[in-house]
Structure formats: structure tokens, C-alpha cells
């Protein structure tokens, strides 16, 4: 049977072309390119990624107005998606008295939430332009009616911090929750954890509508 062969891929400019045109094509001469340009490097390469962390101590129930964050708010008009693509969390500093979760809430929010504490919001490419969506915060009081709905990402237990108190610290959400313009989302807890204290990072991509 004859090879099969295709044109070469076009590379991004000073990229070592791993095959050459005419060249069988197919998984070997793919995966070379592949391993080096990860999942998300082409968003990051536009420029659209970014993320942000805080510390954060009892981070709030999702039912609470006020929360801890980080807390993404995409204002009205914005023409931005923000596709939240992944968040992470530290091994705790102190651990907390009561079993949860982190997790992602979010819900309707005309105006930026109220009594917030900015924090920067950098780009994944670095060198980049800044976040057009909104406003990032590391706290601030949101709308709760209707009440939103706790989505668990990270188990949170009770034991010692030179035990484990978290089961995993990143977690690849892959884009699958949005903020729409006019609404904002925010890392929380599955309820008040009490005591408990850890850095929270968050990643998104802001996208057009």
C-alpha cells in the first residue's frame, strides 16, 4: 500500500517543523508538534488567558452574599465570554473543623459586587494585554436570589495539615463552566470551612460572545 502524505502543518514562526512536506502523515509526525504545544498554548498565544490567586481564610458558603473569592465579575456589554478552564488550590496552612468542599458558584450580577478587595489579574502569555471583561476580586457581596446551585470541584477533609486536607490541588475544568456578560462566578465552599486556610487560583479564557 502506498504512504499516505499531506502538506506540513503550519508553525508557529521560529518552531522546528518536525516533518517535512511530503512525508508520510499520520500519528508519529503529529505527536512530536503535540508534546510540545499543550492544551491550551494556542488560547494562550492570542493573548486570551488568564489567571489569579488569594488567600483565602473560611472561605464562605455558596449561599453567603459575602464572599472570599477569587470572584469573577463580567460586566454587561462586555462582549467577553470568561471560559473558566481550570482552578487550583495550596496544601492548607491551617486546616479546617469542617468537611467540604471548594467549589464554583455563580448567579446574576448587574453591577460589580459591592466592598471588594481587587486583585490583579495576570495573562497567561506573559508580557500580555490586561482582562477586558470586568472586575477581579478577592472578596465582595453578590447577589444570591435566585440561589444559586454549588457545583463541588476539590474535597476538603478534617485531618492535620502534616496529614492531607486536600484530595487533589488542581483541577482541569476545561472550559466547561461561563460567565456570561451580567453575571458573575466565584470560588466558595460547600459551606462555611471553618478555620481552614489556602491559596485559591483560577484560570479563564475571555472569548467573544
Excluded: R
Excluded at 487550583?88 to 478587595?117: C, E, R
Excluded at 482541569?172 to 486556610?197: E, F, K, M, R
Amino acid at each position: 500500500m502506498p504512504n499516505i502524505t499531506a502538506p506540513t502543518l503550519a508553525f508557529p514562526s521560529k518552531a522546528f517543523p518536525a516533518q517535512q512536506a511530503g512525508a508520510p502523515a499520520g500519528l508519529i509526525g503529529e505527536m512530536l508538534f503535540s508534546e510540545v504545544v499543550g492544551k491550551y498554548s494556542t488560547l494562550c498565544k492570542s493573548q486570551k488567558v488568564f489567571y489569579t490567586s488569594a488567600i483565602i481564610t473560611a472561605p464562605a458558603s455558596f449561599l453567603t452574599a459575602t464572599q472570599l473569592g477569587p470572584m469573577l465579575w463580567n460586566k454587561p456589554g462586555s462582549g467577553l465570554d470568561a471560559h473558566i478552564l481550570a482552578i487550583g488550590v495550596s496544601s492548607p496552612t491551617t486546616a479546617s473543623t469542617v468537611a467540604g468542599a471548594i467549589g464554583y458558584a455563580s448567579n446574576n450580577q448587574a453591577t460589580a459586587p459591592t466592598s471588594p478587595s481587587a486583585i490583579v489579574a495576570v495573562n497567561g502569555y506573559a508580557g500580555g494585554g490586561a482582562s477586558q471583561m470586568g472586575a477581579v476580586n478577592a472578596g465582595g457581596v453578590v447577589i444570591i436570589l435566585p440561589v444559586p446551585i454549588f457545583m463541588p470541584l476539590i474535597a476538603i477533609n478534617t485531618a492535620a495539615t502534616s496529614v492531607t486536607a486536600v484530595s487533589t490541588n488542581w483541577l482541569d475544568i476545561g472550559g466547561a463552566l461561563i460567565i456570561a456578560p451580567g453575571n458573575v462566578g466565584y470560588i466558595c465552599g460547600s459551606a462555611v470551612l471553618t478555620t481552614l486556610v489556602l491559596h485559591v487560583a483560577i484560570i479563564w479564557a475571555e472569548l467573544p460572545v
